[in-house]
């Protein structure tokens, strides 16, 4: 498989090795400033981390086109430096993180965010062109809703969609990532499944978004619905 370029200006997930698939882990999103000579040099995360995170091994990975469908490609990297002064340009620098990449790149098969599914009550809801979807499950990082199979999502482009919690609503781009149609003989050929990744920048929304996710988790788990 041809693997894909980290391109200056991608966005990024960051987790820490040690946590990878676990419920607690710590995921970052951020901006690629400079990718030259084995040394990644991204924007502060979002949540930021601290100098004390000096050294820590971390997985970087990205979204990119392979074949006729988007996948997850990173490498394991490690932590050498946090500059409080990075230019990126004439009249503006900005806090950033250098990484020091530590393997090839290569395709990633693990889920970047833990998804719920929001029940019946939920203050979770998405909307598309004015009308709210149906929506399955949703993560931080992204959603998976059905839809009338009327309309045409392509894997690949990117789309507005409001997210409203509770009485705070967002205007958010989205890139669909995984798109399935039933077959004509199914029960259910008038919908199909879009999971989408939500682009990285609002801080707001994802602050707000990962406590209600939060709150839905505890309570699944007081009713035994997860372990």
């Known amino acids: 498989m041809n693997m894909p370029d980290l391109k200056v200006g991608a966005g990024v997930d960051i987790v820490f090795e040690n946590e990878i698939n676990k419920r607690n882990a710590h995921y ?3 901006l690629v400033y400079d990718y030259k000579s084995g040394n990644v040099i991204v924007s502060q995360t979002s949540p930021p981390l601290s100098r004390r995170f000096l050294n820590r091994r971390v997985v970087v990975t990205f979204l990119a086109n392979a074949g006729k469908r988007l996948a997850r490609f990173g490498f394991t990297a490690q932590l050498i430096g946090l500059t409080t002064d990075y230019q990126i340009s004439a009249d503006k620098s900005v806090e950033a993180l250098v990484l020091r990449q530590l393997e ?3 395709r990633m098969d693990f889920r970047v965010y ?3 599914e929001p029940p019946s009550q939920s203050n979770i809801h998405l ?3 004015g009308k709210r979807v149906n929506l399955i499950d949703i993560s931080v990082g992204g959603a998976k809703f059905s839809y009338p199979a009327t309309h045409i999502f392509r894997r690949g482009d990117t789309v507005s969609f409001e997210l409203v919690i509770d009485y705070a609503a967002f205007e958010v781009e989205a890139i669909v990532c995984n798109l399935s149609v039933p077959r004509e003989s199914s029960a259910n050929s008038a919908l ?4 989408i990744e ?3 920048g609002n801080k707001q929304l994802e602050g707000i978004l990962g406590k209600a996710i939060l709150a839905i988790e505890r309570q699944m788990l007081s009713e035994g619905k997860i372990f």
């Open 28 to 30: 970052m999103k951020a």
């Open 104 to 106: 090839k790149l290569q």
């Open 114 to 116: 833990f998804r719920v």
């Open 127 to 129: 909307f598309f062109k």
């Open 192 to 195: 199909q499944y879009v999971g």
């Open 198 to 200: 939500f682009a990285s």
